[in-house]
């Protein structure tokens, strides 16, 4: 998403873009993609060059086509301007090596390898290296800086640019009035808390179903989205009839439960959430969000205090639920 709104700019200020990625598996409406394939697109008039890949470890993908396509766009287009989104192991080794003419490095420096430890060491040397080669860096808040190791080094050549979203995308037409009005009425008189993300550890649901315990029938908690940890989390909620998953949702879907909700609560954990696009996108619709203290994360940058919502304790499950209580109250 980030890549696409960047590639909108650009291309209004005319500027040329092509955007470089890896596929994945995915569905949206009609349209396929298939993580095997190297498909070459356009969206909004930009060339989307998506990498088939066979494999991804430790959440970097790996595709025997990705360097054929950089070095042709490397020689062919000729970019005076590379934008790369860091961390990506996989594709810094190739832009490090690539020397056959000068170009303008920005690394989008979106989040520290954290979870996964010995990798983070073995690249230690890469992200300096990568970071030393760029002309400027990008971070997404003031807290990732002060928070990260590596962005201390290189304060010089540091640019914050939030993430962002397009307003239109979150337009509330008829037809998504009408299932908020569908959400509202099979919840009526209960006070709504919506989460939505990946179902992965750093996300914190498991916190959130834990919380749950804690509050009376009052309350709904609905849980969008879908991951590796979808199963257990509904094992751990079994039984707790004020939990309801309604797993991956459409554009349409999510901006009807983005208004149509009480509270937003985004449960993260780690610093592996460096920002939170759905809590900066659900407080576009005056939703008061619940937290958790983040250190050098950019998620307490989004929700402030006491302000637009509560920072409850890192993990704290008893804190957030306390925190839902004082919002519903």
Request: charged share 25%; with cysteine; proline share 3%.
């Amino acid at each position: 998403m980030t890549s696409r709104i960047m590639s909108n700019i650009l291309t209004r200020h005319g500027y040329e873009v092509k955007v470089l990625c890896f596929n994945e598996d995915a569905r949206e409406g009609n349209y396929v993609c298939k993580r095997g394939e190297t498909v070459h697109d356009y969206v909004d008039n930009v060339e989307i060059i998506r990498c088939g890949c066979f494999a991804k470890i430790s959440s970097q993908s790996l595709s025997l086509t990705y360097p054929k396509e950089l070095k042709k766009v490397m020689d062919e287009f000729k970019p005076e301007f590379v934008i790369f989104h860091y961390p990506n192991p996989y594709l810094s080794q190739f832009l490090l090596n690539y020397k056959k003419r000068d170009f303008k490095l920005l690394v989008y420096y979106n989040l520290d390898i954290t979870k996964q430890k010995i990798l983070g060491k073995l690249f230690h040397f890469q992200t300096l290296n990568v970071l030393k080669r760029a002309d400027k860096i990008i971070a997404t808040s003031p807290n990732y800086i002060e928070g990260s190791l590596y962005l201390k080094k290189f304060k010089d050549k540091e640019e914050i640019i939030s993430c962002c979203f397009v307003p239109e995308r979150l337009k509330v037409t008829d037809e998504i009035r009408k299932i908020s009005d569908e959400i509202r009425s099979k919840n009526t008189g209960r006070i709504i808390c919506f989460a939505v993300g990946r179902h992965v550890p750093y996300k914190g649901l498991t916190h959130l179903i834990d919380a749950s315990k804690y509050l009376d029938d009052r309350f709904c908690i609905i849980i969008g989205g879908q991951g590796s940890l979808t199963e257990s989390l509904k094992l751990q909620a079994s039984g707790d009839d004020k939990i309801e998953f309604v797993g991956r949702l459409s554009d349409d879907q999510l901006v009807a439960y983005y208004n149509s909700c009480d509270i937003f609560c985004f449960p993260s954990v780690t610093k592996n959430e460096a920002f939170g696009m759905a809590l900066a996108e659900a407080m576009y619709f005056t939703k008061p969000a619940v937290t958790f203290t983040i250190p050098g994360s950019g998620v307490n940058y989004v929700n402030l205090n006491g302000v637009t919502g509560i920072e409850c304790p890192n993990g704290d499950s008893k804190a957030y639920a306390e925190a839902l209580k004082k919002l519903a109250d």
